[in-house]
């Protein structure tokens, strides 16, 4: 076991099990705790670990998730924690990414950070964890080019290597997907989706194909669409498609394994009621799937099913 800061904290998986006077016996499943905040900083809002992403390979399962959430308005958290089953979740290990702020690491180059995804590379044989580092770039503090975290066994991270250079822009909502379909032509590439807030939120693609090692240069759209929440889908085919919240739900795509990005095509109209209390409301950002056939199905919150766009449904196209 090593150190806090840098280690692997196992956790055994507890099954709670209730009996009936009328029944037999059955075995009910109980929550279980697979992390915990170790940070203190009085600016943070601690036993606080929000966004979460998972994603699953065989037997294998990683959770990532900000650790330590800062309540100001620059946001962003004090570290990015994993937590990592490899017996279909009946253990689990846990710990936070080296490298990234100074909870982590004293030469470590970044205050905050925020925005985890997680992807594998089956034919790299590789993890790999996208986030969002917050420091200082050409004289201003802001949200930077996204940074990658790989790891071979899901436990042990090493330091992350960037998308690009960081160009002082105000970056946002970085994902990542990985093409693990056999019979694309570009099998075993990597793709990061960002935006570019500085260029009136323009979406920004980059491949990596060698496990997430080296990068290319962003790319954006053959119309340089703007938007939010862009979410990259493989197809079993090779194609690249990333639905984004932009003039309502949109999509751009790429058919050469992101050598080039098409213009972006419609999808549907969004329009949302938001949501009440003064919580956080983004917008109905999208979340997208792909299955076995190649369909990709792509869902966000709606109101336009109800009188007077009252409430909010959950819709899919």
Known sequence: MRTMSFGVFPILAAVGVMFSATQSAKAAPSLLQISMDPFHNMAAAHRTEVESDNFANGHTMVGVFQVGRYQDSNAGSMDIGWSTTTDNGRTWSYGYLPGITDPNDALAPYQRVTDPAIAYDAKHQTWMIVSLPRGTSHGQTTYLVPIVSRSTDALHWRRPVHIAPDSGDFMDKPWIVCDNWTSSPYYGNCYVEYIDVNLGARLLMSTSADGGSTWSTPRPSADNAVGNGGQPIVQPNGTVLVPF?????????????????????FVAIANEQPLPGGLRDPGPLPSAEVDASGTVYVAWQDCSFRVGCATDDIVYS
């Open 245 to 265: 919240l932009g003039n309502g739900i949109a999509s751009v795509s790429s058919t050469n394994g992101g050598m080039t990005w098409n213009a972006s095509v």
